[in-house]
């Protein structure tokens, strides 16, 4: 079956400008969950969605959002981009929760 | 809180030799643990998991890991590494009715001929 797909996998967009990244979950999944990682923080855990609801959050500013659609989908967005965002977007679903995450290749975003 | 540690940044081994990545993690109850493989440019690949039961977990591509409660480690182990293992690797941990993973700082592998 196919796997999570992220679109677009890169960007490159100019300070203060936003930007909405894209996440098809495994048929099926309904649990969704999004992550930065930078080489100064590593992985960072941003939101965690369940059936379009937001069950979870990280610590990050109110520039950082996200959705989750009927069919699972996602998007996430981030506003007033800063150079500090240049970053590697994960994407990943399961199917039950703790039963470890299927992540997508990511989204590269370079903020200049 | 939650946390990870992997007190190895960077390993390198030479190919056909033993592997042993160290993870340390801090709960409170029983955890849910995951190693995961990240391959240059690429997302992370899951390896293996640890809900409860039976403490030492068999994953993919013949890696292994034992769940030790006593030391609140979870080390992942190969008996022979091959070339192909090269990549950075995550011990992650989650908690109970939530996905969120708290992931560790990763440790980078290298292998040589």
């Known amino acids: 079956k196919a796997g999570v797909t992220q679109t677009p996998r890169y960007l490159i967009k100019t300070r203060g400008q936003q930007v909405t990244l894209s996440c098809s979950p495994i048929s099926g999944h309904r649990s969704v969950s999004w992550y930065q990682q930078t080489p100064g923080q590593g992985l960072q855990f941003l939101f965690e969605?369940?059936?379009?609801?937001?069950?979870n959050k990280g610590n990050f500013p109110g520039r950082f959002s996200g959705r989750q659609f009927s069919n699972s989908r996602s998007e996430m967005n981030v506003s007033t981009l800063e150079l500090g965002d240049s970053a590697l977007y994960l994407c990943?679903?399961?199917?039950?929760?703790?039963?470890?995450?299927?992540f997508g290749s990511g989204t590269r975003l370079t903020v200049v | 809180a939650q946390s990870v540690t992997q007190p190895d940044i960077h390993i390198t081994v030479s190919e056909g030799a033993s592997l042993e990545l160290r993870c340390n993690y801090s709960y409170g109850a029983t955890p849910y643990l995951f190693w995961y493989v990240q391959s240059p440019g690429q997302g992370l690949q899951l390896l293996l998991k640890y809900f409860s039961g039976d403490t030492l977990v068999q994953g993919i591509k013949g890696f292994e890991a034992e769940f030790k409660r006593s030391q609140s480690s979870f080390n992942l182990r190969k008996p022979s590494v091959h070339w192909s293992d090269a990549a950075e690797y995550f011990c992650?941990?989650?908690?109970?009715?939530?996905?969120?993973?708290?992931f560790g700082t990763g440790t980078r592998l290298q292998v040589f001929p």
């Open positions: 990943a679903s399961s199917w039950l929760t703790g039963d470890g995450y299927t």
């Open positions: 969605y369940f059936s379009e609801t937001q069950r």
């Open positions: 992650a941990v989650g908690a109970d009715n939530t996905d969120k993973l708290i």
